[in-house]
């Protein structure tokens, strides 16, 4: 009896050190929990201000009694859902960023392969200008040199003009001596035509008469130098295709001449009268 109460006794002391390890196990586990508790409900108080999810508090999670436990699940779900909603936004957001960066990587090229069209159109646009300021200094300089051709132009216009005004002054001077010339020629041949020298006519000059004396034998005519005519020169008279008697030229003035009618070359019974016609 004493025996088996020996061995109730052990069994109840290794019991009681079983339940004694067991609880301060326990007790140890509880501390863990009631820590990882804590740091959740930190770490979630603290994610809920960073989303600016002010719905949830502190007293929200605090659940010291069993029944307690079960309310902390609908704000810890309505954050959830809260968050899972950032999230969304988030990675939608990232998908626009992304897109982003693409358009913005483009844009970048884009803008480099602008950077070096306008560095190359600078380059073109200040080798257009050195050509052009090249080109204004050829314009001033040939402005310049135009500037003294127009001077030498006036220069050599002034020149031509008085070698001009000296030409028409010789033309004039010849044009006298020629007048002069021709009058002497003419005084000779009327001197010489007075001294019995026949010179001839052109031939085919014909005219008119304009008046006749019969009394003195002589008829005015409408021909005169000009026309050639010369003392001592013979013309046909003639009335239509009759042939009426012929004349001998007198005096000759500029536009009219004085003509003898031979009597022995007239016709019979001819009568020579005012608007007859002479030909030679």
Do not use: C
């Not at 326990?26 to 960073?50: D, M, N, P, T, Y």
């Not at 001197?191 to 019969?214: C, D, E, F, M, W």
Request: net charge positive; aromatic share 4%; proline share 2%.
């Amino acid at each position: 009896m004493a025996k088996a109460l020996r061995w109730l006794v052990l069994v109840i002391l290794i019991l009681s050190g079983v339940a004694l390890g067991l609880g301060i196990m326990l007790f140890l586990q509880r501390e863990v929990l009631k820590g990882r508790a804590q740091k959740l409900e930190e770490s979630h108080l603290v994610l809920s201000k960073k989303l600016h999810y002010d719905k949830l508090t502190a007293d929200q999670l605090k659940a010291n009694t069993k029944d307690t436990l079960a309310a902390i699940d609908k704000p810890i779900k309505d954050f959830s859902v809260f968050a899972e909603k950032i999230y969304d936004t988030l990675q939608d957001t990232k998908k626009t960023l992304a897109t982003t960066q693409a358009d913005l990587a483009k844009t970048k090229g884009e803008l480099d392969t602008t950077k070096t069209q306008l560095a190359a159109a600078n380059t073109e646009i200040n080798g257009l200008k050195e050509a052009g300021a090249k080109k204004d200094t050829e314009i001033a300089e040939k402005a310049g040199k135009i500037t003294t051709l127009e001077g030498e132009k006036t220069a050599l216009q002034a020149e031509k003009d008085e070698g001009l005004k000296k030409i028409a002054k010789h033309e004039a001077d010849n044009t006298e001596l020629h007048a002069q010339i021709k009058d002497r020629d003419l005084t000779i041949k009327d001197l010489n035509a007075q001294l019995g020298r026949v010179y001839p006519i052109p031939k085919g000059t014909s005219g008119k008469i304009l008046a006749v004396s019969q009394d003195w034998k002589f008829a005015v005519l409408d021909l005169g130098r000009d026309n050639g005519l010369w003392p001592n020169a013979e013309m046909l008279i003639h009335r239509g295709t009759n042939l009426l008697g012929r004349v001998r030229i007198g005096i000759v003035h500029k536009k009219v001449a004085i003509a003898d009618i031979l009597s022995d070359y007239t016709a019979p019974n001819a009568v020579i009268q005012e608007g007859d016609h002479v030909l030679y």
